[in-house]
């Protein structure tokens, strides 16, 4: 069975790793972080860890100096592969935070969530 | 009375246990966790501990690598065993969880939200 | 003056209590679970705290093992008696945790807010 | 300059106070407290401390048993003197607790805004 | 590469600091509050130290008593020199804020955004 397999990969051979992204504490797993998008910045910040002097907090979570709201649906991105946003978020924020990462096909699709609100606002009847 | 008696059995006979879902703690007892959709995973892994090395972070709260925003839906659903979003909810979040989660009934309300919303799209007025 | 005393009975007279609602804590006082709505049932566990055998937290809280977000309305509620939403709450998740505490006027309250949000969806235009 | 007076005030003459509202800290100043509204009861609990039996948490947070989601923009009120809402927020919390308060101008504000919307309900076209 | 470069810079050359803003924890580096806007206010705090007696609370995050809601899109700002906006939150908080810092540009954005949000309600159709 597959999803038990995913599940219990996921809860059983990967190191736990805890993020304060500008404040806020994610936690994930190195498997996350490295695995979707191997190409990225944060991909390899945690595969290659040796050449990065990553900073961490007291409690040994990882710092980045970024948006928490925003780097949350990437997280999510790097957990199942869809970008998923709720209708009260700027798709323009995820782009920001997706290029800064270096997830290049977040990056892509936060853009064209961007273009597709654009192109209702510009569809809207005149008035 | 039978709301008395649900409410005793929540508070008495049930143990206590608390998630860590990407960073959020959720408090909750075994009983919910195990009883509305027994043939998931998530009732699984609480039925039957010893057959899962779930892993638990310092506080003893049982860590999942997973979105906390799109779970709380998905644990209240656990608890009163309807699926119930607000507006500013995306559907396709709570699908992804319940998908992954193996809570299949509830995968099911999300995939009809999810339709419900789509064809609303749909039907609104060309301009 | 009549606000002043409520000030005063709040913050002198009254035993302050934090409830630990499905992971989240609210501050509140004994006199305001049970003064509103006497004979609900959270009224009635915080009355005669002896006839029930609650549970709480390590730090003394009060376990709940339900959705703390619609639980939030209902607390204002036992505070000034108005049953207050913002609009990206659904009203069912307020009527299915009144339900639940025995809150019989606040859950009419909810339904009523349903009923007119449901008026609303189906007096709008065909299209 | 104004702006550097204000902000050198806030940051080195006054005493720091932390509110507990509901279960929810805020951090702010004696200041902001007592100048605002010095009529209204917030202020004159923190002018007049002796007068009042203020309770405090274990940490020496001043305990409030009200909604902290509708306290903030009242917060931010007495920090710069106008009543900012974000357009979820139910303008109609805000002046439920601006009047347990008596902060009786953000009551004034709150009203404006809460009949503002309905007259904007009342303007919309019949279907 | 100039984003490994910017990526390395933040993580590995600046100082980290912490901020409490009205009882809100923002994680950011000296180098963010000092380098988008040195003319501002919040610049100079942070460039000369010794010139401002900045308090700080017992785990030594620098004091604000103001909104931590609208300082939020202000610190993303210093990041990476856009403002960007959630639909649900009202540009005159951060117009707000912004002033009060002393950061210039970002309040020009935030009224940019305040004027293009009005101008959206009067050419809406009328009734």
Chains 1, 2, 3, 4, 5 share one sequence.
């Not at 990462?101 to 209702?120: F, H, P, R, V």
């Amino acid at each position: 069975d597959v999803t038990v397999n995913k599940m219990q990969y996921n809860h059983k051979s990967s190191e736990w790793i805890t993020l304060n992204v500008g404040g806020k504490l994610f936690t994930t797993t190195r498997t996350t972080l490295v695995t979707r998008d191997p190409e990225s910045m944060l991909a390899k910040m945690f595969q290659y860890p040796d050449r990065w002097s990553n900073t961490t907090d007291k409690n040994g979570a990882y710092l980045f100096d970024r948006s928490p709201e925003y780097f949350e649906p990437l997280l999510d991105f790097l957990r199942h592969g869809k970008l998923i946003l709720n209708p009260n978020i700027n798709p323009q924020g995820i782009l920001e935070e997706a290029t800064f990462y270096g997830l290049t096909s977040a990056a892509e699709e936060a853009e064209k969530l961007l273009k597709d609100q654009q192109m209702q606002i510009y569809s809207e009847p005149l008035t």
